[in-house]
Structures are given as structure tokens and as C-alpha cells.
């Protein structure tokens, strides 16, 4: 019996450890809107420049997006057929554990604290006994807006979700907002027309 729970504790750490780095997708669109006329981007520095994050994230994060357009097919032009924008929202999270027992925290940190993505390594927490353990993190949000440059308005919205923490380590950090662009991105075109 104890040899099945050290097989199945691996696998339960991995488990675990997974579910925290994902992004948490959501998007909606316009049904009404011709997503396969949709060929070239540029992005829309009206809305860019609102957005309340530092200027080197705001690089970081285009560029990714550049990228995962590029890959989708499309074209950066002076006249567009979709703006992108973007906007971030973050907030702080308090959690309550009652810690009446022994226990070892895990998991990895990375986020965007006072400006955006940044990426600690795995951190460890300690064992112990003890009372309730309160401990705060910050959730961001990052918005990917595209625009019909004809209509001028919005025709798909990504939105991507996850727990945040500040670091020092830029390859982290911009391997993070790739992923995250990414992932937003993959759902675009919408599932129920793409396979039109």
C-alpha cells in the first residue's frame, strides 16, 4: 500500500503544480461579424496607451502578439482590417488556511505585480504547526481586444486570468507573457466558426 501512494504522490505533485501556471481563457464575440475577411492588424495606440503598465511590458506583450498574429496568417498593415488593443486589470487576493496539522507548500510564483508578468522560480513554504496562515496574492487580468477597422467596433475579446507575483528574471518574465498572449490567442478565430 505505501508503495502505490509514493507512485501516485509524483503524479499528484505534477497535477498540482500544472493547474497553477495555466491561464484561465475566456472570450466572446461578435456572431455576426465575418472573421474569415480578416487578414491584416495594426495595433490601436488610443487604446494601448491607457493601458496601466509599464512601457517595457506593453513592448513585451505586443510583440508577442505580433507574433502569434503572424502565425495566425495575418499581415501588419497601415490599413488594417482589425485593430488590437489591449488593457490589464490587477487585484489583490487575501487567502485563510487553518494550518491544524503538518503540511509543505509548493507551487510556482510569476505575475504581474507593480507593472505586469514578472516570473519567480518555484518557492517552497515551510512545515510546521500552527493557527491560521493568511497569505495575499495578486490576480491579473490581460484583455485582447480586436476592433473592425470598417465598423469601428469590437468583434472579439480575449481575456486571460492567473495568480501573480513579482521577480527580477526578464527571460521568465517575457517567456510568461508569450504564453499568456498565446493562450489567449489560440482561441481565435471563435471554435464554432473556425471549423466552417
Known sequence: ???????????????????????????????NADFNTYKSFAFYKTGIDQAQISDLDKKRILRAIESEMGNRGFVKSESPDLLVSIFTKERERVDIYNNFGWGMGWGPGWGWGPGWGFWNPWMWGGAGWGGPNVSTRTEGSLYIDLIDTKTKELVWQGKGDGTLRTGNNIEKKEERIREFVSQILEKYPPQALASN
Do not use: G, H, Q
Open 1 to 31: 500500500m505505501k508503495k502505490n501512494i509514493f507512485l501516485f504522490l509524483p503524479l499528484a505533485v505534477l497535477f498540482m503544480l500544472s493547474s497553477c501556471v495555466s491561464v484561465r481563457v475566456v472570450t466572446d464575440y461578435d456572431k
